[in-house]
Nanobody, 124 residues
Framework: QVQLVESGGGLVQAGGSLRLSCAAS????????MGWFRQGPGKEREFVAA????????YYVDSVKGRFTISRDNAKKTVYLQMNSLKPEDTAVYYC?????????????????WGQGTQVTVSS
């Protein structure tokens, strides 16, 4: 069992940066792939980024490549999403998710545990 709590969301102007954190509790964090997803108003939840259990493999949706970076600290049981050059279309609730396996994946159905989400709003 893994519990996830996101933080770091907020209101930022276009071109600005935010760093999201996801703190995990539970014994299986270090062996679990982690992902970030987002859900904008009236939209389905979509994949943003994923990282393997070791941090050695990462995936990103095309729209955030070069702007967002996912990372993890297994000693702190925390995964991060550094978001730079933010755009109004990045506005969404951002969710952290943990898989039951170690390989990074973009499919939300690969993830068994979810946080409550943190709001990111980018103004133009």
């Amino acid at each position: 069992q893994v519990q996830l709590v996101e933080s770091g969301g907020g209101l930022v102007q276009a071109g600005g940066s935010l760093r999201l954190s996801c703190a995990a509790s539970g014994r299986s964090f270090s062996s679990a792939a982690m992902g970030w997803f987002r859900q904008g108003p009236g939209k389905e939840r979509e994949f943003v980024a994923a990282i393997s259990w070791s941090g050695g493999v990462t995936y990103y949706v095309d729209s955030v490549k070069g702007r967002f970076t996912i990372s993890r600290d297994n000693a702190k049981k925390t995964v991060y999403l550094q978001m730079n050059s933010l755009k109004p279309e990045d506005t969404a609730v951002y969710y952290c998710a943990a898989s039951n396996q170690g390989g990074a994946a973009a499919n939300k159905y690969e993830y068994a545990y979810w946080g409550q989400g943190t709001q990111v709003t980018v103004s133009s």
